[in-house]
Structure formats: structure tokens, C-alpha cells
């Protein structure tokens, strides 16, 4: 497994994590496979956030690796807070509460990443940075990000920190390809053109933030997954013949086309399926050729100019 820096910070960590939305509804004995699987993979990285299953994700993931007896140093897990009923909110207040109640429910003494979820436009900037100062003195958080950020935001809330940001979560893969997209098309009138990201992909190449892919798999608002899916059977063709040639899975090459970008990119991945973990972290050892990379870039439907 590919190794790459967070952010800023000499913390390694595998260019492939694991999300764990989708653990809250599974067993103790289910979700060790999961766990261990991913482990003999090298994905030691633990995505999560206090809304997944309504804090359910993370208790269960927290009484997994109590019964596994796994050292808490040599796995690295990450939070996300933010998201209300109905509402964002970044106040100090609700932050440190929020911290509080996740390293509750995954029963241990530290988070190494915390990220914001979701921009609060009432967010106070103060307020954050007093809470990150407190979570970082305590030793409840070792290092803070963001979700669904711009840059201008990020710059907002950093004005005011302490610390750096390390990571901001984006949607990103061969159908969410517009930050990709928008940058090759800069000064036309076409619809890839249109500047929906803000050149935030550049931005965190620039300022030392690893971006992190969630949703790598799926097209449009979570409409479904476009591997495998009839809809998209050109893009389907050309990686059917990519996992042939590169002796991986469709997933592989899916995930592959996402780790070429120099970028670094993490990947966050989604399934509690061990048989597709251990596929995905075959294909991190693979580097496709630039011709490759952008043979998939236009079977998905972007253009060249």
C-alpha cells in the first residue's frame, strides 16, 4: 500500500482508507473482518463522522477494536462534526461537545484527525480556533480539517487557527471529475468550463492539503454507483479493458485513475465488503500511464479541447 504525507504533518498514512458510514448496521464479528481485513491490507485509516448512523458507526467501531485487542497507536482514525439536525453548526460550544461524544462512542483518548463537516456560513472563526486550541491542549485531537470546503473558506477559518488544516474531504472520482474538469476548460463557454470548485484542487496542491475522495464510486447525487451500471457502458468498456490490462477489478481502476493524480489524493472507500478491500488495495500498487489516465477521463465524458 502506497504511503503518502497528511497534509502538512509527517504523519504517513495509506493512500486508501476505510469510511465506516456503513458499519453501524453490522455485527461485532462483521465488522472485525472488515477491520482486519482492511488491516492485513495496509488501510489502516478510520473515516468517520458523529451523524454516520446517528453515532452508531462509531460505537460499534469502538467495542470492534476493544474485542480485537488492537493497538490504538498503530491505527489512525478520523472524525467529522458539524452537522445538526436540520443545520450546521461550528460553534465552540457545539464542537467541544461534539469531540467529547465521539471519543465516547469509539471509547478512546484521542481523534488524529477531526475535520468541520460541511460549511456553516454562521460559522464564527474565533469560536473554532478557541476549540481547536482546547481540543489540541488536551490531547483530545491531534489534527483538525475540513469537508466540502472552498478555499476561501478554509483561508477564513485558518486566518484565525493555530494550526494548519490538513485535509478537506470532496467528492471526487471518474464522474465527479469537475475540479479536474473545470481547470482544462479554463476561458471557454462550455458547461465544463463553469468554475464550480473554486480551484480548490490546486489550492490544496499549493497550501499542503490532502484532499480526501469520498463517494469515489457513485454518479450524480448519489444516484448509484456507475461501475458495472448499463447507463455508463463506455466507461464501462474502457475499464473492464483497463482491469484486464493492469490485472486488478473495475473498482481497482476506478480507484487507480483517482491515486495517479500527483495531487495525492487519498481515497476513501466505502464498502464492508473484504473480498473489494483487498482488490482496491491491490490496485494501489499500480500507476496508470498518462495516456491511460486520460483515455478513462473521456469515457466518462469530459472532453479535450
Given at each position: 500500500m502506497k504511503q503518502i504525507n497528511l497534509g502538512n504533518t509527517s504523519l504517513l498514512v495509506p493512500q486508501v482508507a476505510l469510511?465506516?458510514?456503513?458499519?453501524?448496521?453490522?455485527?461485532?464479528?462483521?465488522?472485525?473482518?472488515?477491520?482486519?481485513?482492511?488491516?492485513?491490507?495496509?488501510?489502516?485509516?478510520?473515516?468517520?463522522?458523529?451523524?454516520?448512523?446517528?453515532?452508531?458507526?462509531e460505537m460499534l467501531f469502538g467495542q470492534t477494536i476493544k474485542e480485537m485487542k488492537l493497538d490504538r497507536e498503530k491505527i489512525t482514525i478520523q472524525s467529522k462534526c458539524g452537522i445538526r439536525d436540520g443545520f450546521y453548526d461550528f460553534s465552540k460550544e457545539h464542537i467541544l461537545k461534539s469531540v467529547d461524544g465521539i471519543l465516547e462512542r469509539l471509547d478512546i483518548d484521542y481523534l488524529d484527525v477531526l475535520a468541520l463537516h460541511r460549511p456553516d456560513t454562521l460559522m464564527e472563526p474565533e469560536e473554532i480556533a478557541e476549540a481547536?486550541?482546547?481540543?489540541?491542549?488536551?490531547?483530545?485531537?491531534?489534527?483538525?480539517?475540513?469537508?466540502?470546503?472552498?478555499p476561501m473558506q478554509i483561508q477564513l477559518i485558518e486566518t484565525y487557527l493555530n494550526q494548519k488544516l490538513v485535509v478537506n474531504q470532496l467528492q471526487f472520482g471518474l464522474k465527479h471529475a469537475g475540479m479536474i474538469a473545470q481547470g482544462m476548460n479554463q476561458n471557454m463557454e462550455n458547461e465544463a468550463g463553469i468554475d464550480r470548485d473554486d480551484?480548490?484542487?490546486?489550492?490544496?496542491?499549493?497550501?499542503?492539503?490532502?484532499?480526501?475522495?469520498?463517494?469515489?464510486?457513485?454518479?450524480?447525487?448519489?444516484?448509484?454507483?456507475?461501475?458495472?451500471?448499463?447507463?455508463?457502458?463506455?466507461?464501462?468498456?474502457v475499464i473492464n479493458e483497463m482491469a484486464k490490462k493492469y490485472n486488478v477489478t473495475d473498482t481497482g481502476i476506478a480507484t487507480a485513475w483517482i491515486n495517479r493524480h500527483p495531487a495525492k489524493i487519498q481515497t476513501i472507500i466505502g464498502t464492508m465488503n473484504p473480498k473489494r478491500i483487498s482488490e482496491v488495495a491491490k490496485a494501489s500498487e499500480i500507476s496508470l500511464t498518462r495516456e491511460d489516465w486520460y483515455t478513462l477521463y473521456k469515457a466518462s465524458g469530459y472532453q479535450l479541447l
Open positions: 469510511g465506516c458510514m456503513r458499519m453501524s448496521d453490522m455485527s461485532i464479528k462483521d465488522a472485525a473482518k472488515v477491520i482486519e481485513t482492511s488491516l492485513e491490507n495496509d488501510i489502516n485509516f478510520f473515516d468517520h463522522a458523529d451523524i454516520y448512523g446517528s453515532g452508531q458507526a481547536f486550541d482546547l481540543l489540541l491542549s488536551s490531547g483530545k485531537v491531534r489534527n483538525f480539517g475540513v469537508s466540502n470546503h472552498r480551484s480548490v484542487l490546486e489550492y490544496s496542491r499549493l497550501n499542503n492539503m490532502t484532499i480526501q475522495a469520498w463517494s469515489p464510486y457513485q454518479y450524480g447525487y448519489f444516484d448509484g454507483v456507475f461501475l458495472g451500471n448499463e447507463q455508463f457502458s463506455e466507461l464501462n468498456s
